[in-house]
């Protein structure tokens, strides 16, 4: 069975620093990862959804690297604002005939304080 | 920019009662889904939906959740009898293509649904 985990669970830094999340997954047969962000009592945001062939994905100050065969991502926020202080999930699609799920890791919760 | 939109936003409802929740993909969209958040907890999958009929399932989505896609627009997600459990956030989600293909998922902002 599939599971996902994400360190830090919690993270907090001063406006203008770089940081990076991290998220494992047990099953390296995966079809692809997504990065969602979740601000308190709202849906889910896409930000960057990566093929299990790539490595990395970037869009704007992001950046998400993928290590299938170790069972890694990485998401990357580059000079972080307030704006970004929100929960980060990554999830993946597991390989095999489950083409349709994702399995979640429990979340990031960032909070960039000015 | 093209969303996926869910009512109602938040729902209470008495235990045993039943509930529809309903979901408008984004309109080019093939595949439907339903996943759902208890407070606290991760966000776990329901069901995958696609050409009218489910095509995966997890063992939560037992005998009294169904899906229904009633028009060319709507995308349902009916709990006959609740429990106290069921208390949870509710999230619709689509895709233009199958997730395990490629396909992005998009995500509505939920119904919060309250089971008392």
């Known amino acids: 069975k599939q599971e996902v985990t994400q360190i830090p669970a919690a993270l907090s830094v001063p406006e203008g620093e770089n940081l990076v999340l991290n998220c494992s997954f047990t099953?390296?047969?995966?079809?692809?990862l997504q990065w969602f962000r979740q601000d308190p009592g709202k849906g889910l945001t896409s930000l960057l959804l990566i093929q299990s062939s790539q490595r990395e994905q970037t869009s704007g100050r992001l950046n998400a690297s993928l290590d299938k065969s170790s069972g890694r991502s990485t998401l990357y926020i580059a000079a972080s604002q307030p704006g970004d202080s929100a929960t980060y999930l990554c999830?993946?699609?597991?390989?095999?005939?489950?083409?349709?799920?994702?399995?979640f890791g429990q979340g990031t919760i960032l909070t960039v304080h000015p | 920019e093209p969303e996926v939109t869910q009512t109602p936003s938040h729902q209470v409802t008495q235990m045993g009662q039943e509930v529809i929740l309903r979901c408008v993909p984004i309109?080019?969209?093939?595949?439907f889904y339903w996943y759902r958040q208890i407070l606290g907890q991760k966000v776990e999958f329901l069901v995958s939906f696609y050409n009218n009929e489910i095509s995966e399932k997890s063992e939560i989505f037992d005998d009294q959740f169904s899906v229904e896609r009633p028009d060319g627009s709507n995308f349902t997600l009916k709990i006959r009898s609740t429990k106290l459990e069921d208390s949870a956030m509710y999230f619709c989600?689509?895709?233009?293509?199958?997730?395990?293909?490629?396909?992005?998922?998009?995500f509505g902002e939920g119904s919060r649904l309250t089971v008392l």
């Open positions: 989600a689509s895709s233009a293509q199958l997730q395990g293909m490629g396909g992005e998922l998009f």
């Open positions: 999830a993946v699609t597991a390989g095999g005939t489950s083409y349709g799920k994702l399995t």
């Open positions: 099953d390296s047969a995966i079809y692809n």
């Open positions: 309109s080019n969209h093939l595949y």
